[in-house]
Every structure is written in C-alpha cells, then in structure tokens.
C-alpha cells in the first residue's frame, strides 16, 4: 500500500502520541518539507536509507524531515545520537520505535528490520552522520532487504566524501575516483594497502581518526609532490581545507596543535604525469618501509612492482640510509 509523504504527515499532525510535529521554531520547515516532498511515494514495507549532516546541521533536506517525521521505526548506528539530532529539529520519538543497527549486532538486527517490513511497516536508516551503507554500517542491511524482496529507497544528503571532491580541484582529464575509506589499523594488511595507493593512478578517497592522523600522512610523505587535498571538520565551525603535496601535509598538520582535534577527509590525487610517475616503485617501497621491516617490504613491493627484488633491495638500503655492502639474504 502506497502513502504519500503529504498524506501521512497530515495525519501525523492530527494523530495523538507517540507522533510528535515539529516544534514552533522548525515548523516552517515542516511545512516546507510537506510542500517539497509531500507527493512523493511514502511506499509501506519498505527501508529508507537517509543521509544525515555531518556536521551542520543546516545539512538536513527537507525530504529527509519528511521521511523522519513520518517512518514508524528507525534503525541506527548509535540511538543516544540519533536521538539527540531529531530532538534539535524538534521531533520525539518513543523508545519502541528506535532500534540499534551497528557493525557489531548488523545480522541480528537486520532479522527485526525484515520482521518489521513483513508488517508493512516503514524503516529509516541512519548512521551517526553522512550516508549509512557506505563507510557507516548498513550494507548488510540494505542487500538483506533487497534480497527479501523489499524496496530500499535512498534519501540523499551530506556526504564527506562529495563534499571533499568538490573543492578538491581535481584535474579535468583525470581518470576517476575511488573510496577506500579507512585503511587496515596495523600490520601486513595496512602496509599491503598503503602501497596500493603509492601504486594507484587514479584519486582516492581516504578518512581517518584523529589519533591516527600522524601515522597515516607520514606514511604518505614518501609519494613526494603527489598532491593530497585534507578536509578536517567539513560544514562545522572550525572547517578547513588545504591541498598540498603529500611531502608537506605532516608538517602542516603539526604546525598548529588545533588540527589534530576533529574528523578528517583526505584525497589522494592522481598519480603524477607519466615522466614522473617512473619513480613509482621507489615510492612504493618507500611506503612499505614506513610500516613494515626492510626484508619484507623488499618482498611485498617486488610483488606489486614486479620489479626486480635486488634493485629494490639496493634502493632500500639506500632509503634505510644502511651500509650498502651489507649482505643479501
């Protein structure tokens, strides 16, 4: 069965509890969201995936209002914070309407959201900001719907990842884009990952944690004069964004002790013209160095490289600032 958005806030503004409108001071958004998206298809058993600010909260869409105010349960990433954003446009709902969704109960509670959608029921998904389903969880939830048959519907809004590419000035003719979002923590697998962006031609999306800031850019600084566009705290107050290359993006984020505070984006540019780009397999090593011991990263960038282990062994010796007489295992 089919409701639109007008239709079913209409009768939310008339319904007793547990519906609650919008406060006086977000009433005219209400009004606007009715009017923006009150004809659209509200469909029942279906799961509304619904981007959130990532920080102002002037982000939110009127459709995305719309959907909130009218869905009969959300499922999210952290309750308390869900909560407390649909609180600061005025909206209440009951605590049998709110179910928690993280990385860590995902199958379990996808099961309750099938459950709810057999019922006919409307789901809105959210993450604690941003787009739910890609860095955030949710995937699983969304392919589990899909699989069983239900509609997903996406609700667009803020995203860090679009917002970083748009003043991120990326070449005209460059061959693309992809999110990696945030790398392996530790180990074999961070520095296999770390390599494949010294190895990678076309710009890539990265986030990262505060904490792990000062590990991550000095892990880059060998890609030398490869341009990094850093955004740190996007929408908010205190936002910045600087391009630069990836030599220098340490030393700027040190030079003011603000910046190691807040939610970072980076991307990584394309790689440099062709002339430069021969240097590639040094680059790669150099990477590798920064996260592994000599020995292996000689061996893991002589697979990704296919260049030859003993010149690459030579070149690291040379990096490592060792005696280069000293014997080959």
């Known amino acids: 069965m089919l409701a639109s958005c007008e239709?079913?806030?209409?009768?939310?503004?008339?319904?007793?509890?547990?519906?609650?409108?919008?406060?006086?001071p977000y009433a005219t958004a209400l009004a606007a969201a009715r009017d923006a998206a009150g004809m659209q298809d509200m469909p029942r058993g279906a799961l509304f995936v619904v981007a959130t600010p990532i920080g102002n909260l002037a982000d939110i869409s009127l459709r995305a209002l719309c959907v909130l105010q009218t869905v009969e349960h959300l499922a999210c990433e952290d309750t308390r914070h869900s909560q407390s954003l649909l609180r600061a446009y005025g909206m209440e709902r009951p605590a049998s309407q709110w179910l928690a969704l993280h990385q860590h109960n995902e199958q379990e509670a996808t099961q309750k959201v099938l459950a709810l959608?057999?019922?006919?029921?409307?789901?809105?998904?959210?993450?604690?900001?941003?787009?739910?389903?890609?860095?955030?969880?949710?995937?699983?939830?969304?392919?589990?719907?899909?699989?069983?048959?239900?509609?997903?519907?996406?609700?667009?809004?803020?995203?860090?990842?679009?917002?970083?590419?748009?003043?991120?000035?990326?070449?005209?003719?460059?061959?693309?884009?992809?999110?990696?979002?945030?790398?392996?923590?530790?180990?074999?697998?961070?520095?296999?990952?770390?390599?494949?962006?010294?190895?990678?031609?076309?710009?890539?999306?990265?986030?990262?944690?505060?904490?792990?800031?000062?590990?991550?850019?000095?892990?880059?600084?060998?890609?030398?004069?490869?341009?990094?566009?850093?955004?740190?705290?996007l929408t908010k107050q205190f936002e910045e964004v600087t391009t630069l290359p990836a030599a220098q993006a340490l030393a700027w984020l040190q030079s003011n002790a603000a910046r190691s505070k807040g939610e970072f984006a980076l991307l990584l540019h394309p790689a440099l013209p062709e002339a430069e780009a021969k240097q590639a397999g040094a680059a790669v090593l150099a990477v590798l160095l920064s996260e592994l011991p000599l020995k292996q990263a000689v061996q893991l960038a002589a697979r990704i490289t296919g260049e030859p282990r003993n010149a690459l062994y030579e070149q690291a010796l040379a990096l490592k600032g060792q005696d280069s007489g000293e014997g080959h295992s």
Do not use: C, K
């Not at 604690?128 to 719907?145: E, I, K, M």
């Open 117 to 233: 959608l057999a019922q006919g029921e409307r789901v809105a998904l959210l993450s604690d900001a941003g787009t739910p389903a890609v860095s955030d969880p949710g995937a699983r939830l969304v392919a589990a719907v899909q699989a069983a048959g239900f509609r997903t519907l996406p609700i667009p809004g803020a995203s860090s990842v679009t917002a970083l590419v748009s003043v991120a000035g990326l070449p005209p003719e460059h061959s693309g884009w992809v999110v990696q979002g945030f790398l392996p923590a530790r180990g074999t697998e961070r520095a296999t990952a770390m390599a494949a962006l010294a190895s990678e031609v076309r710009a890539v999306l990265l986030l990262e944690s505060p904490h792990r800031m000062v590990d991550l850019l000095s892990a880059l600084a060998p890609l030398g004069q490869r341009r990094l566009t850093i955004g740190r705290e």
């Open 7 to 24: 239709l079913a806030i209409g009768e939310l503004l008339t319904a007793p509890e547990p519906y609650h409108p919008l406060n006086a």
